[in-house]
Nanobody, 115 residues
């Protein structure tokens, strides 16, 4: 059974940093990709960043240069380092992965950026 469990969300002020982590129940080296999406109230879920099995990364334009995605194939974790956070980064962040042609999702973790 594939399970993804996020952690690390919280409340921070603009300009601060936060690190999200996602623990995956299977070997993430077998996934086509793992990554992070987010959804703010009243909006559709959007891609934040993904990293493929060959470590090729993809970022949304709005976070490029501020966020960094990484993976640990030994611990089977995916992390998202978020720097210079802005109020518009406020959302529920979801960990996701594609395994055997199917997408799996975590339960989400809330990130709130507010002064």
């Amino acid at each position: 059974q594939v399970q993804l469990v996020e952690s690390g969300g919280g409340l921070v002020q603009p300009g601060e940093s936060l690190r999200l982590s996602c623990e995956v129940s299977l070997y993430i080296s077998t996934f086509d990709y793992v990554g992070w999406y987010r959804q703010a109230p009243g909006t559709e879920r959007e891609l934040v960043a993904t990293i493929g099995s060959s470590d090729i990364t993809n970022y949304a334009a709005s976070v490029k240069g501020r966020f960094t995605i990484s993976r640990d194939n030994v611990k089977n974790t995916v992390s998202l380092q978020m720097n210079s956070l802005k109020s518009e980064d406020t959302a529920v962040y979801y960990c996701s992965g594609r395994y055997l042609h199917r997408d799996y999702w975590g339960q989400g973790t809330q990130v709130t950026v507010s002064s």
